[in-house]
């Protein structure tokens, strides 16, 4: 699975971006996809999570902020991040976990950098 991320950059408090992230493969509908996020001195963390059935978890700082979605005819993975902060800088990786859903592909990840 190749996925390529787009969409960060910079932004100031309180603004938007919207995050892509195109993925290969034929059977995309069926991949669970998700965001996680990454600061220099910290682990990779969730963002938010979206099943082959549309369900959606989030992460409890971007919750009412952040929206996941998914465009299976695309092949594409979307993150809507609205009232952005400063803590939400970080490098935002799109990752992809097809069927049997036993390992995850990362892409490369994108910046975002939100300025007080």
């Given at each position: 699975?190749?996925?390529?991320?787009?969409?960060?950059?910079?932004?100031?408090?309180?603004?938007?971006?919207?995050?892509?992230?195109?993925?290969?493969?034929?059977?995309?509908?069926?991949?669970?996809?998700?965001?996680?996020?990454?600061?220099?001195?910290k682990r990779r963390e969730l963002v938010a999570?979206?099943?082959?059935?549309?369900?959606?978890?989030?992460?409890?700082?971007?919750?009412?902020?952040?929206?996941?979605?998914?465009?299976?005819?695309?092949?594409?993975?979307?993150?809507?991040?609205?009232?952005?902060?400063?803590?939400?800088?970080?490098?935002?990786?799109?990752?992809?976990?097809?069927?049997?859903?036993?390992?995850?592909?990362?892409?490369?990840?994108?910046?975002?950098?939100?300025?007080?």
């Open positions: 699975v190749q996925l390529q991320a787009s969409g960060g950059g910079l932004v100031q408090a309180g603004g938007s971006l919207r995050l892509s992230c195109a993925a290969s493969g034929n059977d995309f509908g069926l991949y669970v996809m998700a965001w996680y996020r990454q600061t220099p001195g999570r979206i099943t082959n059935a549309f369900k959606t978890i989030y992460a409890d700082y971007v919750k009412g902020r952040f929206t996941i979605s998914r465009d299976n005819a695309e092949n594409t993975l979307y993150l809507q991040m609205d009232s952005l902060k400063p803590e939400d800088t970080a490098v935002y990786y799109c990752v992809a976990a097809p069927p049997p859903y036993t390992n995850d592909y990362w892409g490369q990840g994108t910046l975002v950098t939100v300025s007080s």
